[in-house]
């Protein structure tokens, strides 16, 4: 049964609206299917980031609903390749460990969210407020877990640097002086494993933006 939609809407606007309905009609598969065609638009568009998003949305969906997600997974590994070709003008040669997901890092990851969850058993039993002591440890876990954060993210930009130093052969290293600066939880070292992340790049030159803007794209694609 073909569904009615209002005719003022856009095609990408009907698609937003469809993986809704599909959701709450418990319709996982056409839901899946809906946000990767979503994807499409955008990355047509050149948004690299918001394609990533729904891509990642519908492999979630897809592994708790234990739905296929061979198709879903292909199309997410061809976005960086397709960054690399339009924007950086060049083509992806799949040859080091700065493309695509670097599996050192997932296992950081997911090392850290295991040693994490072992941890926080010691605070299972808390049945009132904690007392100064385990404040102090809980605050000594935060600034553990931020700092193995920091540490991971630093090493994913430096993929992305390491990356573009290949491609873009004149260069040795990033044109100016930069830092990769946290908000957030992240500043205030109360991050978790599973924090959301802020961050932006600060740097000396506003000569080398369109750089900086290329290498920040790059670092959020590997971090969605």
Known sequence: MLKAY???????????????EAYLAKQYQEQCTLMADLAKTHLNKQ??????????GALAIAKEQSLSIEELITELKEIEPRFIKEQLKIEYKQTSEAYGINPKHKQHLEKLRAEVKERLKEFADLDSLPDE????????LFKYITKEINLLLQNILQDCINLMQEELIAREKPPCDYALVGTGSL?????????DLECFLLISD??????????????????I
């Open 47 to 56: 948004d690299y980031s918001s394609a990533a998003k729904l891509l990642n």
């Open 6 to 20: 209002d005719t003022s809407l856009s095609l990408e606007n009907i698609l937003k609206q469809s993986p809704l």
């Open 187 to 195: 500043a205030r070292e109360e991050m978790t494993p599973y924090s």
């Open 206 to 223: 506003p000569e080398n933006k369109k750089y900086f803007r290329q290498l920040s794209k790059l670092f959020e694609l590997k971090i």
């Open 133 to 140: 002591a385990t404040v102090d440890k809980l605050q000594d």
